[in-house]
Nanobody
Framework: QVQLVESGGGLVQTGDSLRLSCAASGRTFSTSVMGWFRQVPGKEREFVAGISRSDGSTYYADSVKGRFTISADNAKVTVLLEMNSLKPEDTAVYYC?????????????????WGQGTQVTVSL
C-alpha cells in the first residue's frame, strides 16, 4: 500500500502564493507518476498538474498553466505544487494522487492512491 499525506493548504488573498506538499510512504515504487487534482462541492474532481518521477516530465491543466509549478524530490518521494497568482476560482480541496506508470494521466480513474485532501481558499 501507499500512503499520501498532503500539507500546505490555507486561506490566502487573490494574487497570493501557496505551496502544497505531498509525501508518499509505503510501496513508493508504485508512485512513479504523481499528480494533483482539486474538487469543489457539487463538481467532479479535476486534474490540476502531474509529474512523472521517472523522467521529470510534467503536464498542467490549461486553467493553471503559467501560474502553478509541480516538482518532485525523488529522494524524499515528495511532490510540491507551487501556486502563484491565485484566483478565487482556485478555491477547492486539493488532492494528491499517485500511480505506477511512465506518463502523466489526467483522469481520476488512472490513479490508484489518494491523499485525504487539503483545503485551499482564495478570497477576493
Amino acid at each position: 500500500q501507499v500512503q499520501l499525506v498532503e500539507s500546505g493548504g490555507g486561506l490566502v488573498q487573490t494574487g497570493d502564493s501557496l505551496r502544497l506538499s505531498c509525501a508518499a510512504s509505503g510501496r513508493t515504487f508504485s508512485t512513479s507518476v504523481m499528480g494533483w487534482f482539486r474538487q469543489v462541492p457539487g463538481k467532479e474532481r479535476e486534474f490540476v498538474a502531474g509529474i512523472s518521477r521517472s523522467d521529470g516530465s510534467t503536464y498542467y491543466a490549461d486553467s493553471v498553466k503559467g501560474r502553478f509549478t509541480i516538482s518532485a524530490d525523488n529522494a524524499k518521494v515528495t511532490v510540491l505544487l507551487e501556486m502563484n497568482s491565485l484566483k478565487p476560482e482556485d478555491t477547492a480541496v486539493y488532492y494528491c494522487a499517485a500511480r505506477r506508470g511512465l506518463r502523466v494521466g489526467i483522469n481520476v480513474s488512472e490513479y490508484n492512491y489518494w491523499g485525504q485532501g487539503t483545503q485551499v481558499t482564495v478570497s477576493l
